[in-house]
């Protein structure tokens, strides 16, 4: 099931944060993966061998490749998990499961209304997968963390081989917050805000010009008093789709956020059809599936459509 509100993140939603500010009301909250003070975080698990984690790895590639099918995307998951389990230093494989735990929440079970806590506990581990990788990645980084340093400034001591993870952790943690509520959004979004902005300065074409598609959201969804900025928002979401213009996730949000927001139909109409029309295959086998999840977002914003606009 998608979630239209998501899509729009309307006046009605921000005037919830706007009642939380004045209450002092709290989101959830979520047990980070340096909140845990277990060897090795928890994530120890029996050993394998160097050879055994290479052929584990490349099985659990391989099955990457079908995530389309659930099936094959949970092998992948239990492939990237044996592997950390047994060396929870390789920080490369727990973006991979961030990422892989994303796709499972963000692209199977949002459309299943029977799964959505089942939606919220995979964001939650895609999260914390994310979180763990971060702390095997940088010592330093995993010492402030556990001091209490708050993330926005813990940081600033990562360079640019942290932004796979930064990404899913926040791509994870943004999704389990707006599903959670609008206090819980609004205790996260900061930081969210901060991390997305050093990868934009790190890497800003990663995942398919990623960063710039964060944006384009955050200043189309934040009323003016939040930061909203409907100009900022159109340039960011125009240089993400200038470079990837055949990543369909960049043309949902573009119609569901901004041209929602500025209250064009006739935008909203140009890239919800273009991904409807289009060929998931477009940017190459690499982009098919999470085209294919896209397709079927654009589906659902051209069924409420005539809603959206006045």
Not at 179 to 199: N, P
């Amino acid at each position: 099931m998608v979630k239209t509100a998501e899509s729009r993140a309307g006046a009605r939603g921000w005037m919830t944060i706007v009642v939380a500010l004045a209450l002092g009301a709290c989101g959830g909250s979520r047990d980070a993966a340096w909140d845990d003070t277990t060897p090795e975080g928890g994530s120890g698990g029996p050993a394998i061998s160097a050879d055994q984690a290479a052929s584990t790895l490349e099985t659990a590639n391989t099955a990457w490749e079908g995530r389309d099918d659930l099936a094959q995307l949970q092998a992948a998951i239990d492939g990237y998990s044996q592997v950390v389990q047994s060396d929870p230093s390789d920080h490369e494989t727990w973006a991979r499961l961030s990422r892989a735990e994303y796709f499972k929440a963000d692209c199977h079970l949002r459309f299943d209304e029977a799964q959505q806590e089942e939606m919220m506990n995979t964001f939650q581990r895609g999260t914390q997968a994310a979180e763990r990788g971060l702390m095997a990645l940088s010592p330093e980084f995993k010492e402030k963390m556990q001091a209490g340093t708050l993330m926005q400034d813990a940081i600033t001591v990562l360079d640019e081989t942290s932004v796979p993870l930064l990404y899913w952790r926040a791509s994870n943690l943004g999704k389990w917050a707006s599903a959670d509520g609008f206090a819980t959004l609004l205790s996260y979004k900061d930081e969210i805000r901060a991390v997305m902005a050093q990868c934009l300065e790190q890497d800003r074409d990663y995942f398919h010009w990623g960063p710039d598609r964060y944006f384009g959201v955050f200043f189309a969804r934040a009323p003016a008093f939040a930061g909203g900025d409907l100009e900022r928002s159109k340039q960011h979401f125009e240089a993400s789709l200038s470079r990837e213009p055949n990543y369909f996730g960049t043309h949902v949000l573009m119609a569901g956020d901004y041209a929602v927001k500025a209250q064009d139909r006739a935008l909203f109409d140009e890239h919800v059809n273009f991904v409807l029309d289009g060929d998931p295959m477009s940017g190459g086998a690499e982009l098919g599936p999470e085209n294919r999840c896209e397709v079927r977002k654009a589906q659902a914003l051209q069924a409420e459509a005539d809603s959206f606009f006045e």
